[in-house]
C-alpha cells in the first residue's frame, strides 16, 4: 500500500505566541523555538489584558485609528481584544491599552505577515 506524503509539509511551519503581559514582551514560537521576541504594551489596571490560551481569528490590514497598520484579532471572552499596532509608539512597554496588545507598527506588519488564521496566542 503506498501512503501519500505531502511533498510540502517538510516547508511548513508552525507559529505560536507567547504574551507576558508582567515582562511587556510577545514572544514569537516557530516550530516550539523562540524565534522573535518583542516588547509590547497591554492593559492597564482598570482594564486589564485577558489571561489565558486563544487563537487568532481574524485580520486587517490598516484597520485605522489608534489600532496601527495590522489588527489581529483574538476569540478571547467578553471584549473584542487583538494584536495590533499603535499610532502612539511612547505607549509601547507599558500597561496603557484597553486589554489589547500593542505593537510598533514595523514589528506586527513582520508577526502579521508570518502568522495565520488559527495561530495559538497564549497570554502569561
Known sequence: MF???DPF???RVTYSITI???AHTLTLFRDNKVYRTYTVAVGKPSTPTPKGTFKIVNRAINPGG???VRWLGLDAPNGDYGIHGTNDPSSIGKNISNGCIRMYNNQVIELSNL???GTVVKII
Open 3 to 5: 501512503l501519500y506524503q
Open 9 to 11: 509539509s517538510y516547508y
Open 20 to 22: 507576558n503581559t508582567a
Open 66 to 68: 489608534p489600532f496601527g
Open 115 to 117: 502568522v495565520s488564521i
